[in-house]
C-alpha cells in the first residue's frame, strides 16, 4: 500500500513539473517574441489577407517587426477618412511593396512619402499601402493589374 502511494505520489509530481516548465517555456516564449503564432488568416470568399493587429518578426532576407494595421496591411495606422489639406496615394503591390526585408521606415512606400512631403509646407502627401504578396495573382487574373 505505502508503494503504491509512493508510485502514485512520484507520477503526480513528475506530471506536475513537466506541466510547470511547459508554462514557463510558453509564457518565456511568448515574452521574448520568439513564438509567433501565424499573422495570416483565410477569409472565404476573398482568399489570404494578414490579421488586423497581428504581430510580425521577419528574419528571412533582412530583418524588420512590427504589427499589422487595424486593415490588415503593413502600413502605418491610417483612417478611411481623408485628413484635410492631404492628398493621397495608393499604391498596390506585392512582396516588393510590401518590404518585409527592411523596416517600415525605409520601405519605398515611406521613402516616398518623406521625399514627397519634403518640398510641401501646404498639402501633406500620405500614402496607402495595399501590400499582399498573394495580391498580384488574383489582380492578374482579374484584369486589375492594367489599372495599377
Known amino acids: 500500500m505505502i508503494r503504491l502511494k509512493s508510485l ?3 507520477v503526480v509530481v513528475v506530471f506536475l513539473a513537466i506541466f510547470i516548465v511547459g508554462v514557463v517555456l510558453e509564457v ?3 515574452v521574448m517574441q520568439i513564438n509567433q503564432k501565424s499573422h495570416v488568416r483565410l477569409v472565404p470568399g476573398k482568399g489570404v489577407t494578414y490579421i488586423p493587429g497581428a504581430y510580425y518578426r521577419h528574419t528571412k532576407e533582412g530583418f524588420s517587426q512590427g504589427y ?3 486593415h490588415g496591411f503593413r502600413d ?3 483612417t478611411y477618412e481623408k485628413p484635410k489639406d492631404t492628398f493621397r496615394i495608393l499604391i498596390f503591390g506585392d512582396s516588393y511593396v510590401e518590404a518585409l526585408q527592411v ?3 525605409e520601405s519605398f512606400p515611406a521613402l516616398l ?3 514627397l512631403n519634403g518640398g510641401s509646407s501646404t498639402k501633406k502627401l500620405r500614402w496607402l499601402l495595399l501590400d499582399s504578396p498573394a495580391l498580384v495573382r488574383p489582380m492578374r487574373i482579374c484584369g486589375m493589374w492594367t489599372l495599377v
Open 8 to 10: 502514485i505520489v512520484n
Open 28 to 30: 518565456g516564449l511568448a
Open 68 to 70: 499589422f494595421n487595424s
Open 76 to 78: 502605418y495606422e491610417r
Open 103 to 105: 523596416p517600415l521606415e
Open 113 to 115: 512619402e518623406q521625399k
